[in-house]
């Protein structure tokens, strides 16, 4: 009997990672980074940002082309539905984010993925954001992720990768402790 | 100006574990000691502390214990006993009431500064403990309440009645809450990550689980991530026989919330990641008795998962509610009197295996210094008989 073994591939270049993350223990510096966006009024509750720049390893950086988002509000706002709304970008960004960290975590732990699927829920009180209850808070109340994962491995094992990608997750760690956020008129 | 072969720096279990092999090697040195011998354990401990290991693991070189019980976990006060007993039977060339004040290469070797002189020497032992809080900048900023580091809290009378925020579910921060939730002070818990163990699984202790299957003889240039084992938090566990974890911790009244994250205009913040930080505590206590069930054959008892009801997010420390803060927020060594370049960019001193890149300069008494027993009393035993090795062999190659 022959055994062969396929190679794990997620597509994830762990190797890069961990020469990163070496890369940064020699050289601290060149692991501040600093993400950017900008933002326009296009009318009404419809604005339009624009991706592209960033700062990271010592220098200026640039993604391979611009990406525009557009941000709005549903019709039942009458609004013009123009894109997404923020708080869904919110979801997005954490969405995007941690599914990103259980692909890596799986490559990183040699587990073959052959699906990952989430759905996310945001629940949230109006009252709060039009100003109607004090004690509402503007936010979520709570984020709700469900995860549906077919891999090559145990149902615990698959606990764990979705576990470590929490742990390891920018925009988790964003949404779940506070930041402190400046905002100034220049 | 005295002069010796070695210096090493501390009188606590480490300091003379290594005393006690380079007197094997016939290296002759000093144990300087700011205070008396075991001095942490008698002033920086609070009164109900017990060893997390049974007796029978607190062994040092030439030392097994002795007692008719095994399975028991030693007080701090015993242990200083034990120390201070050690260094007798030992004949540990101790110099008490000495601290020193300042390390440079000088000499032969080194300067060590103390406020009772200097002395020269070629070789030192960093054997000083681990005696400062890691307490977080914003604990000073806590609004009229009393707020003491974990090394500051003795018993509960030394606080206010009324509610108290414990900040830290590892050792230190569940017998406290335990400890002050008994005492009538309803205890709300703040909980980072963590490191779930039951006190006994399968009918023995989880230590001697440990030292069976061979884990606590890991050693720090074999496993996968050194930098994640060496900042593993202490295993959530008390000196008694039975298992504290956060559910334990639950049943008793304790209300359990997230990581302490921030202060805003008096009000703590807590993370939003419970949840996952117990679901991580809880998958990596189910691997770890997979193993033991690996090495003993068949399957124990497990542990309910950790309970997370939906903690509160926010606690007013002005309200009332709260009277008290405890940061049990966990521990460093203090090397601030070190001046030789053993330290990365961030003060974190460097070290393989306890040899630092500067000759002649070593360190004991680190968790994880050369295995996962290092984070223990048990762990002196080997590390300083590995270290003293290499000091005889960096002596002879200098001569």
Redesign the interface.
Same mark, same amino acid.
Request: no cysteine.
């Given at each position: 009997m022959t055994i062969t073994t396929t190679p794990i591939d997620n597509g994830v270049d762990v190797d890069a990672l961990l020469g990163a993350r070496a890369a940064f223990a020699e050289t601290?510096e060149i692991a501040q980074f600093q993400w950017r966006s900008s933002v326009t009024w296009e009318n009404g509750t419809h604005s339009r940002s624009e991706v592209e720049s960033f700062y990271g390893f010592a220098d200026e950086q640039a993604h391979h082309q611009s990406f525009t988002l557009d941000a709005d509000h549903p019709l039942q706002f009458a609004s013009q539905d123009k894109g997404p709304t923020p708080v869904e970008y919110i979801l997005v960004g954490l969405g995007g984010c941690l599914t990103a960290g259980v692909a890596a975590v799986a490559q990183q732990r040699q587990i073959q993925l052959h699906s990952v699927k989430a759905t996310l829920s945001a629940d949230m009180d109006l009252h709060g954001i039009l100003g109607a209850d004090p004690e509402v808070r503007n936010g979520f109340s709570?984020?709700k992720v469900d995860y549906q994962i077919e891999a090559d491995a145990s149902e615990?094992d698959i606990? $764990?990768l979705v $576990? %470590?990608s %929490?742990?390891r997750s920018a925009v988790?760690?964003i949404?779940?402790?506070?930041t402190d956020v400046t905002v100034t008129v220049v | 100006m005295p002069s010796v072969t070695a210096v090493v720096v501390g009188a606590g279990h480490c300091g003379l574990a290594m005393s006690r092999h380079l007197t094997a090697r016939s290296v002759d040195h000093v144990v300087l000691e700011r205070g008396e011998v075991a001095s942490s354990w008698r002033t920086q401990r609070w009164d109900s502390l017990r060893l997390l290991t049974p007796n029978w693991m607190t062994r040092l070189p030439g030392r097994d214990y002795r007692g008719d019980d095994p399975d028991g976990y030693l007080s701090a006060s015993e242990v200083a006993d034990l120390v201070t007993e050690y260094a007798a039977a030992s004949a540990a060339p101790v110099v008490t009431g000495t601290t020193v004040t300042a390390l440079r290469p000088g000499g032969e070797g080194f300067h060590v500064d103390t406020d009772r002189g200097r002395w020269n020497t070629r070789t030192v032992i960093v054997a000083a403990g681990t005696t400062r809080g890691n307490v977080p900048a914003v604990a000073r900023r806590i609004p009229a309440l009393v707020s003491i580091p974990a090394l500051q809290y003795r018993n509960p009378d030394q606080l206010p009645a009324g509610g108290v925020l414990v900040v830290g579910a590892s050792a230190s921060g569940v017998q406290i809450a335990d400890e002050l939730q008994r005492s009538g002070r309803p205890v709300t818990l703040a909980a980072g990550e963590h490191v779930r163990v039951p006190r006994t699984y399968r009918g023995r202790d989880i230590l001697w689980w440990l030292d069976a299957t061979g884990i606590l003889d890991e050693r720090w240039d074999e496993v996968d991530d050194l930098v994640r084992a060496r900042h593993l938090p202490s295993l959530q566990l008390v000196g008694a026989s039975h298992t504290l974890d956060l559910n334990a911790l639950q049943d008793s009244g304790v209300r359990l919330v997230g990581r302490f994250a921030g202060l805003r205009e008096g009000v703590a913040q807590f993370s939003g990641s419970l949840a996952n930080v117990c679901a991580l505590a809880d998958l990596k206590l189910g691997r770890l008795l997979d193993t033991i069930d690996d090495h003993a054959g068949g399957r124990g008892e497990r542990l309910e998962p950790t309970l997370v009801r939906k903690p509160p997010l926010e606690l007013s420390l002005s309200s009332g509610e709260i009277r008290s803060v405890v940061w049990a927020t966990g521990f460093r060594p203090d090397f601030s009197w070190v001046d030789v370049p053993v330290f990365d960019h961030r003060g974190r001193l460097l070290h393989d295996g306890g040899v630092t890149r500067w000759p002649g300069l070593y360190v004991l008494g680190l968790p994880m210094l050369r295995r996962r027993r290092s984070t223990y009393i048990d762990g002196a035993r080997d590390d300083a008989a590995d270290l003293a090795a290499h000091v005889t062999d960096a002596l002879k190659e200098a001569s």
């Open positions: 601290p709570g984020v615990d606990r $764990a $576990a %470590q %929490q742990k988790f760690d949404v779940t402790n506070p | -």
